[in-house]
């Protein structure tokens, strides 16, 4: 039986993912949640912490919980560079609302650090199997080269910032490659049936979102 568990923190959402006996992490968030992740993650067998994108908001706590729970941290090898630098790979934005968005995350790029580890690489097509977890990694570039999906069970698709809910489902706001982000919308619409969890806001079905 698989279950999910949503974490807020602020205007950001990490998960946690059991099936049996086992559990991996999706996101780990900003640093001024560490210690409200950590007291969720007790009860679980976390045994892989993954993350959606290189973004600080999503990658900051993962030294630290990796260290704490005694599990690796895996991202998409295309997004390692984010993890020194978060203006590596140049961000624009659409609407009004986008322009908020990126001004907003502009100025955290600047502020904001992640502390150093040392990810797995995750790719396309790869399974979460030996984590005890049916679930599959689809590569969704365009809010970040590395963006990645994590659908399991064919039910659930945790998609990062791939989509965002912020102010209302969409495709993403921010991107650093638009063409790319929209044909990985059009991926994700494909999917058909599916609850879609969102790095930033509520849980939706799945549409077309394009």
């Not at 704490?68 to 993890?83: G, K, S, V, W």
């Not at 790869?126 to 963006?147: C, V």
């Not at 919308?185 to 979102?209: C, D, M, Q």
Request: aromatic share 6%; glycine share 6%; proline share 5%.
């Amino acid at each position: 039986m698989i279950t999910v568990e949503r974490i807020k923190c602020g205007n950001g959402n990490c998960y946690i993912v059991s099936e049996n006996e086992s559990s991996v992490l999706i996101d780990t968030c900003k640093s001024d949640s560490i210690d409200k992740i950590l007291h969720i993650c007790k009860p679980y067998n976390i045994r892989l912490i993954l993350l959606t994108h290189g973004h600080f908001d999503h990658a900051q706590n993962a030294a630290a919980l990796s260290r704490a729970l005694n599990a690796p941290a895996a991202m998409h090898r295309a997004d390692l560079e984010l993890l020194s630098d978060n203006n590596s790979q140049p961000l624009r934005s659409k609407g009004l609302l986008g322009k908020i968005v990126l001004n907003a995350s502009l100025k955290s790029f600047e502020s904001e650090k992640i502390p150093p580890f040392a990810p797995l690489f995750l790719d396309d097509g790869d399974t979460l199997e030996e984590y005890g977890i049916n679930a599959k990694i689809l590569h969704l570039p365009g809010h970040t080269d590395g963006s990645i999906a994590v659908d399991v069970n064919e039910e659930h698709l945790f998609v990062g910032d791939a989509l965002m809910n912020m102010f209302y489902p969409t495709t993403s706001m921010i991107f650093h490659n638009k063409a790319e982000m929209l044909k990985s919308a059009e991926r994700i619409t494909s999917l058909g049936k599916r609850t879609i969890y969102f790095g930033h806001g509520k849980p939706v079905p799945n549409r077309n979102w394009t």
